[in-house]
Each structure stands twice: as structure tokens, then as C-alpha cells.
């Protein structure tokens, strides 16, 4: 076990100095990329917000069920099948046929290759499932279905969640996924999230569509209040324009009458439904309606052909800066909730990383202290390990990348308290051996193997320990798996390879001094 | 050599005491969870005006029917922090908690931390930091029963028990709260309780099969004085590390390093005098190891 060949000195030697440039570069800069890696810290160390959103589907549950409904009479009304009572409950489509024509309606339904119900030869499911219960027949989302319909809403809310926070202009923001409705942002530097969540916090579903006073409007009507609460119109449900018939919009300051408005610019189709509305509806008014809500219903006064407008409102210049850009980054499929959120501010990352060097710096001491004071020459041995342990530990993290956390650097520290450990355990195994043994390489020997289960057995528990901690926990619990986890490699390469080169150079010069430890 | 054996009855009646006391704690006063658990929010404030107290803003707090709130100060006198149960999950409270406390305080103050925890997530991680510890017991389990005769899987897990539920206690009987770095704490504590064990363990398997004559009472001891000085430096140097972190780690990592510090504690403690005295309970003697290795060789 003391004996080291020349080259295996110098590939310890090497590995150890690469891993110290390594972790160095967190305090010098390198031109190499190589070496020019960072430790990334924390939100928690750096400031900033952590917001987790859950995607609301519901309502796009009932909106395709809704669509279904007319597309089921439609399909079979073309193969002269009668759809009757057909009708929506709790998530599911209920209607009747003849008897005569039940079979050849589930059919259609059950036929893997139908073009109303979609399979997915993948999951071996149909998109709908279809239920015989004897009144009438049931329609709902498979479990397959409702995953397809959440994975869809999902792709499509990250993009526009990212878009209004590119456009908010954020550094670096970490936009991921989260299961099948959710999606986490972390915002790195932002100390107040207020303006992010209220614009994520909107749907910025945007119609245009005229307010009538006809009940029976061929599209059907409903009741809609104004934004601030007051007053109540009847708005007819169809729709002119909306959201995504903008090309552009922008806040602007209308000179006339120095109110800010927010101005767009609809796209081809929609400036000629646009210019063929307000032509028709002279003398009408047009309610702009953003999620349920009326902004503003000015009267028509004229055919408006160009394919841009006006939307004003009663806006501050704030308030018609994010309608802009919630118009510009389009509507979310689905309502958000944010479930979750924390935020940093900078001044107290900083004072937690300050906190957590001294923490460190305090906790590296006195270990060494107490190791000199207990083993003197291996104490030292054992300290030096130590520190290039330390540095080990800060390479490999920065090799990858890893995130720093407060509990991170708590998992550093715990390392450096319980890194000692093995070096303890063979020690005092060595000092067993030498109380029989007059030899003091043999002793060191039977130390060292004498002791390895033991070592490996204590590392492994911790181990296991911090891998179920990294797949468990969340955030910066899960820095703190990884330094743990990294650290106790770290501790046995150091034990193994650096206190024992160093132990072995000591042993074999001195192999004939008594009580050598 | 210290007659550790000596006190074995003693030490055990008084490990029986503190689960069942523990026990009781945990099933009739609870733990105190945090928002991590339990949903709600938290305000970190910093103030710069000397009218901003713990009354003045307990006030103001209740005034905005929040629920329960609590108000303490957090590390030194200008620093506060703040919960409450956020009944109603309303949206913009942090802003309205902002306009109505700059209505007295103008902008004397600061806002250093927000956790805004929705029910649903608290739920979430409450489930998974009971399975995160469950699994590291059944992890820890199995792994020293392949290790180990179950005589040994067994004392090595009732320990591990008794500093959890001890830690717990603690915890509970104090009203300290629990929250997510807590968790961590645990996980870390099953951890190093059972690296303290099994250490111990190796020796009295290794010292089973070397000596036939002595009784596991007097081998038990024999094992736990050889290890006694490695049990004493490594647990010196971790709670040396460990109390750097609980006095200059700041107030965030307080509870984490206290259920440590606690953990490595009760983890040396049960290592002697739980995990030795079930060998000695169960009459484990040298055929215990020796059946086993017959078997292995097969």
C-alpha cells in the first residue's frame, strides 16, 4: 500500500494542479475556454426570483369540447345520422342516436383510423373514449387525450411566457418545463418580480367584436364589464379581429388629445375583416375586449382600411407599454397561476455568501487546528490533503458548471468537517498495528488495508444519503446533494492518492524512527 | 478502557424514554412546519427607521386579514421576518402589502427575501420530504443488510430511528420549525448516524471472528474502545464544522446546522449504546458471523 511508482506520483501530482487551475478560474480570468469556467451561484446567493406557474387547462378542456360538440353533429349529419340532446356535463359530451345507428357511431369512434377521433398508435389509445351507458352514449378525454391536450398547451404557453420575458429584458432568465402543466422561471438579478408576474399573470386573449342590443344574434351574445367594474354591455360573441391578427403593437402618445394609446398593425386577413367590419358598422360600437374584459368600446366612424388602429383606454404610459407587449408576445393558451414563488433580493445573497466564506473559512481552521494538535506531522499530512481536497471539490464543480447554493456551501464545510475521517480511521488503525508490530512500513500497511472496509462502508451510506437528497429535493437542497455527494469522491482520491503518497514518502524515509505517529 | 458496558440497561431505559417521548411529542403537539410545507408567505425586512418593530408591524399585518401572522426579528434588530397563512392565495399581496406598509413607514424599509408558497406545492413537497426520508431508511436497510448479519441491519436501523425521531423530538418540543433545509438535515444525519454504526460494526465482526472465548457484552465494549478515539475526532472535527456554520453561517443555515449538530450528537450516542446493546440482546456470537461466511463461501 506505500509504495507509489514514478509515474503514478506524477499523474496524482498533475491531476491535482489541473484541478486547482480548474477551480482558480472562479478568481482569474483565462483566455482558454477550457479554463475560463465559473461556478454558477444560486438564486439564493445571487438574488433573484424563482417562480413556478401552473398552466390552468380546464378552460381549454371546455373550449375544445365545445368545438367538439358542433364538429360531432357535423360529421354525422354528412353520413344522415341524428344527433340529438347533444350537450356538455363535467368534462364529458353526452348525446343520442337511433338505436339503429348506435354501432356505426361508435364505430367511427373505436376505427383506428377515424378522422374525428385521432389514435395515437404509440400509447395504443384514441384521443376520445366512448361509453355506451344506455341513456345516451359519452363522450370524454382519454387519459392519453387530456396528456396530448396538456403537453400541446404547455409547449405553446413556455413560448409566449418566454417571449414577455425576453421582452421585459431580464439577464440570462432559465425558462423549463415542469411535469406536463407547469413551468419554472428563474429570473438571476431580478429583485422585484411584481412587474413579470403581472404580466404572466394575463392571458392577453384580445377580441374585437361588436356590442349589440339584438339578443338573438346569430353567434349568441353575452354580458361583458368594462375594466374598471362599472358599467355592463351586451357584446355579441362573434369575433372580428383578435390578437392574433396583430402584427405590431406599440404604446404611443396620441397628440390630439394627449392620451396614451397603445397603436397596431393588423396583418393581411386581418385588415380586410378589419376594413369590411367597420365598413358595414358604421355608426356602431366596437368593443375591445381583453381576457372578459372591455377596454374601451369607441363608436365607428369610419371605414378603417389601412389595417392599423387605435386602442386607447384610460392608460398610464406603463400600463399601455405592457398591453403592447402582452399584444406583441400573443395570448396564452391557457390561464397561469403562479404557485410558487422566491425571491432574493442582492443585498442578502451577498450577506449569505459572505457569511457562508466566513462559515467556511472558520469551520476549515478549526478542523486544522484540532488535526495538527491531535496527529502533529500527519495532522499536517492530513491538513494539506485537506485543502486539496478543497480544491478539488470547487474544480469538479466548476468543471460542470454546478450551481452554488447556501446549502452548497454548507455541504462544502460539512465535507471538510467529516473528509477527515478516513485519515482518522487509518491512523488509528496504524497506531493498533504498531502496538504489535515493530516494522513501521508493515504497520502502515495493515493500516491502510486493515481499515478500508471500514472507509468505504462509512462513504457509501453518506453517499446513498446524498443521491436520494439530489433526486428528492428541490432548489438549493439539491446543491447541497451535490457537494455532498461530489465531496466524498474528492475525499477518497485525496485519501487514497494524496495522504497516501504523502504518508508513504514520510513512512519510508523515517522507517526505522519509534513511535512515528 | 472505559466500561461502556456497564451503563448498557441504564442508557437503553433512557433511549426508550426519549422515542417515547418524542413520540408523544410528534403525535400530539406536531411539528412546526414552515411555508415550505405548509403554504403561506414569508417576508424577510430589513428596516432603516426605528419605528418599524415587531409591534408596529404585527399591527399593520393583521389590520390586512391575512390569517395567522407572525412577526419576529430575524439575526439582529433591523431585520424581521415575517408569515402568514395567505388564506384566500391572493394574487397581488406582496404589492398591497407594499403600498399599505409605505403608508407609515414610507421607504425606510426593504424587502430582502419573498416566498410566496401555494397549497398545492406545500403539499407537494411535504410528500416528497417524507418519501425522501422513508426511502433513505429502506435504502440504508437493505444496504446493511447485504453488508451485514441482520442482527447488525437491525441494531444499525433501530439507531438510525432513534436520531431521527430524537432530532424530531427536539424539534417539535421547542416549536422549531421544519422546512426544507430540515429535510436535508435528516437525510444527512441517517447519513453519518450510520457511518458512525457501521464502523463500530466492522469492528465487532472483525473481533467476533478473532476472539471465540469472550462474550459479546465484554466484545462489544472491547470494539467500541479500539474505535472510541476515530468516534471521537470525527465527530469533534464535524461539529467543529458544524458549529462555524450554526454561529457565522447566518440565520437562513441556524436550523439546518442546529438538526446537525443535534443529529451527530444522538448519531455517536446511538452508535454505542442502541446498535451494540441489540447485538448483545440477540446473543450474536462468533457462529453468527461464521454461518454467515460458510454461507458466502457457498
Known amino acids: 500500500m506505500l509504495y507509489f511508482s514514478k509515474l503514478r506520483i506524477l499523474f496524482v501530482t498533475l491531476f491535482s494542479l489541473l484541478f486547482i487551475l480548474i477551480a482558480s478560474s472562479n478568481l482569474f480570468k483565462f483566455d482558454d475556454s477550457f479554463f475560463n469556467k465559473k461556478i454558477n451561484l444560486g438564486l439564493d446567493l445571487q438574488g433573484g426570483s424563482y417562480l413556478l406557474l401552473e398552466i390552468d387547462n380546464e378552460p381549454v378542456i371546455e373550449q375544445k369540447l365545445q368545438n367538439l360538440t358542433t364538429t360531432i353533429r357535423n360529421y354525422f349529419k354528412e353520413k344522415n345520422i341524428k344527433v340529438n340532446n347533444i350537450k356538455i356535463d363535467n368534462q364529458n359530451i353526452f348525446f343520442n342516436v337511433a338505436d339503429l345507428d348506435k354501432q356505426a357511431v361508435l364505430d367511427v369512434f373505436q376505427d383506428e383510423n377515424s378522422d374525428l377521433n385521432p389514435y395515437y398508435p404509440r400509447f395504443k389509445s384514441h384521443q376520445l373514449d366512448i361509453e355506451d351507458n344506455g341513456i345516451n352514449l359519452k363522450v370524454s378525454f382519454s387519459r392519453q387525450g387530456i396528456i396530448n391536450l396538456k403537453t400541446s398547451s404547455q409547449d405553446q404557453a413556455i413560448e409566449i411566457v418566454r417571449r414577455r420575458v425576453d421582452e421585459v429584458g431580464t439577464n440570462e432568465p432559465n425558462i423549463l418545463k415542469r411535469g406536463n402543466d407547469r413551468i419554472l422561471v428563474e429570473l438571476p438579478g431580478l429583485d422585484d418580480p411584481q412587474r413579470i408576474k403581472s404580466l404572466l399573470g394575463k392571458t392577453a386573449n384580445l377580441t374585437f367584436r361588436f356590442v349589440t342590443n339584438d339578443e338573438s344574434d346569430r353567434f349568441g351574445v353575452e354580458k361583458l364589464k368594462f375594466e374598471d367594474g ?8 362573434r369575433i372580428i379581429i383578435s390578437g392574433e391578427n396583430l402584427l405590431d403593437a406599440q404604446p404611443k402618445m396620441d397628440t390630439q388629445n394627449n392620451q396614451t394609446i397603445v397603436s397596431f398593425t393588423l396583418d393581411r386577413v386581418g385588415a380586410k375583416r378589419f376594413g369590411k367590419a367597420t365598413s358595414t358598422g358604421i355608426g356602431k360600437q366596437l368593443a375591445i375586449v381583453l381576457d372578459g374584459k372591455i377596454i374601451s368600446a369607441p363608436v365607428v366612424r369610419d371605414t378603417i382600411a389601412s389595417g392599423s388602429g387605435q386602442i386607447s383606454g384610460g392608460f398610464t404610459f406603463q400600463t399601455a407599454t405592457d398591453l403592447a407587449l402582452l399584444l406583441r408576445s400573443g395570448a396564452l393558451p391557457a390561464p397561469l397561476e403562479i404557485i410558487e414563488e422566491r425571491t432574493v433580493g442582492p443585498d442578502l445573497g451577498q450577506d449569505s ?25 500527519f495532522g499536517l499530512i492530513t491538513n494539506v490533503t485537506l485543502i486539496i481536497n478543497l480544491f478539488l471539490l470547487l474544480g469538479i464543480l466548476t468543471l460542470f458548471e454546478a450551481t452554488l447554493t447556501l446549502p452548497g456551501i454548507a455541504g462544502i464545510i460539512l465535507t471538510v468537517g467529516m473528509a477527515v475521517d478516513a485519515n482518522v480511521l487509518i491512523f488509528e488503525r496504524i497506531k493498533e498495528e504498531l502496538k504489535g508490530e515493530s516494522n513501521n512500513i508493515l504497520a502502515f500497511d495493515g493500516g491502510y488495508t486493515k481499515s478500508r472496509t471500514a472507509i468505504i462502508d462509512a462513504n457509501i451510506t453518506t453517499l446513498l444519503a446524498a443521491i436520494i437528497l439530489f433526486f428528492m429535493g428541490s432548489g438549493p437542497v439539491k446543491g447541497f446533494a451535490v457537494t455532498l455527494g461530489v465531496g466524498i469522491f474528492t475525499t477518497l482520491f485525496s485519501v487514497y492518492f494524496i495522504a497516501r503518497l504523502f504518508t508513504s514518502l514520510y513512512v519510508i524515509r523515517n522507517k526505522n524512527k519509534e513511535k512515528l505517529i | 478502557m472505559i466500561a461502556f458496558n456497564k451503563y448498557y440497561n441504564q442508557f437503553n431505559i433512557l433511549s426508550i424514554f426519549l422515542i417515547t417521548a418524542s413520540l408523544l411529542l410528534l403525535i400530539f403537539k406536531g411539528l412546526n412546519y414552515g411555508i415550505d410545507f405548509k403554504g403561506g408567505t414569508l417576508i424577510e425586512l430589513r428596516s432603516s427607521d426605528s419605528k418599524i418593530s415587531v409591534s408596529s408591524l404585527r399591527d399593520k399585518f393583521n389590520q390586512m386579514d391575512l390569517g395567522d401572522v407572525s412577526v419576529k426579528k430575524f439575526g439582529n434588530d433591523t431585520d424581521f421576518l415575517i408569515k402568514f397563512e395567505n388564506k384566500d392565495n391572493k394574487k397581488n399581496i406582496i404589492e398591497e402589502i407594499k403600498e399599505n406598509l409605505d403608508s407609515s413607514f414610507g421607504s425606510n424599509y426593504d424587502f430582502r427575501r419573498v416566498e410566496n408558497v401555494g397549497p398545492k406545492v406545500s403539499a407537494e413537497l411535504l410528500k416528497a420530504g417524507v418519501i425522501a426520508i422513508s426511502l433513505s431508511l429502506a435504502v440504508m436497510l437493505i444496504y446493511i443488510w447485504i453488508r451485514f448479519e441482520w442482527q447488525f441491519s437491525l441494531g444499525a436501523i433501530l439507531a438510525l430511528f432513534h436520531d431521527v425521531i430524537v432530532t424530531l423530538g427536539i424539534f417539535s418540543l421547542f416549536s422549531l420549525e421544519i422546512n426544507l433545509s430540515i429535510i436535508a438535515a435528516v437525510l444527512t444525519i441517517v447519513g453519518y448516524s450510520m457511518n458512525d454504526t ?6 465487532v465482526r472483525e473481533n467476533l471472528r478473532k476472539y471465540s472465548d469472550i462474550k459479546i457484552f465484554e466484545l462489544t465494549n472491547i470494539s467500541i474502545n479500539e474505535t472510541l478515539s476515530r468516534t471521537i475526532i470525527t465527530s469533534a472535527t464535524t461539529l467543529l464544522a458544524l458549529l462555524a456554520i450554526f454561529f457565522f453561517g447566518g440565520e437562513i443555515l441556524k436550523g439546518f446546522s442546529l438538526a446537525m449538530i443535534l443529529g451527530v450528537v444522538f448519531g455517536t450516542y446511538s452508535s454505542i449504546y442502541i446498535a451494540n446493546t441489540v447485538l448483545v440482546r440477540l446473543r450474536v456470537s462468533q457462529k ?9 463461501t457457498v
Open chain 2, 288 to 296: 453468527t458471523v461464521l454461518r454467515e461466511d460458510d454461507n458466502k
Open chain 2, 198 to 203: 457501521v464502523v463500530i460494526f466492522d469492528r
Open chain 1, 230 to 237: 362599472l358599467e355592463e354591455v351586451i357584446v355579441s360573441k
Open chain 1, 353 to 377: 455568501i459572505n457569511a457562508g466564506m466566513i462559515a467556511l473559512a472558520i469551520g476549515f481552521l478549526l478542523v486544522i487546528i484540532f488535526m495538527f494538535a491531535k496527529y502533529k506531522i
